[in-house]
Nanobody, 119 residues
Framework: QVQVVESGGGLVQAGGSLRLSCAASGSTSSFNLMGWYRQAPGKRRELVASIGSSDNTNYGDSVKGRFTISRDNAKNTVYLQMNSLTPDDTAVYYC?????????????WGQGTQVTVSS
């Protein structure tokens, strides 16, 4: 059974940095796409960043130039380095892992980790 577990959230002051980690386990094959989404109270879940198995990346407009996503394919782990944080970055951050098995797509989500940025 696939499990996706995030870590690294917490409280930080504006202008500070945090690094999130997400490990996907329980799969004998790699995940073709891994990424981070976030959801603030009263708002929709939105893409923060994603990375493919060839290290091709995609970022949400609000985090471009501040956040960096990377992955370790051997460990099925994805990281999110967040710099120059602002209170608008406060949200629950969810890790997502996608794979294709026998021609069918599967999506797995973590339980989320809270990031709070104080002003």
């Amino acid at each position: 059974q696939v499990q996706v577990v995030e870590s690294g959230g917490g409280l930080v002051q504006a202008g500070g940095s945090l690094r999130l980690s997400c490990a996907a386990s329980g799969s004998t094959s790699s995940f073709n796409l891994m990424g981070w989404y976030r959801q603030a109270p009263g708002k929709r879940r939105e893409l923060v960043a994603s990375i493919g198995s060839s290290d091709n990346t995609n970022y949400g407009d609000s985090v471009k130039g501040r956040f960096t996503i990377s992955r370790d394919n051997a460990k099925n782990t994805v990281y999110l380095q967040m710099n120059s944080l602002t209170p608008d970055d406060t949200a629950v951050y969810y890790c997502r892992a996608d794979k294709v098995r026998l021609g069918l797509p599967y999506t797995y989500w973590g339980q989320g980790t809270q990031v709070t940025v104080s002003s």
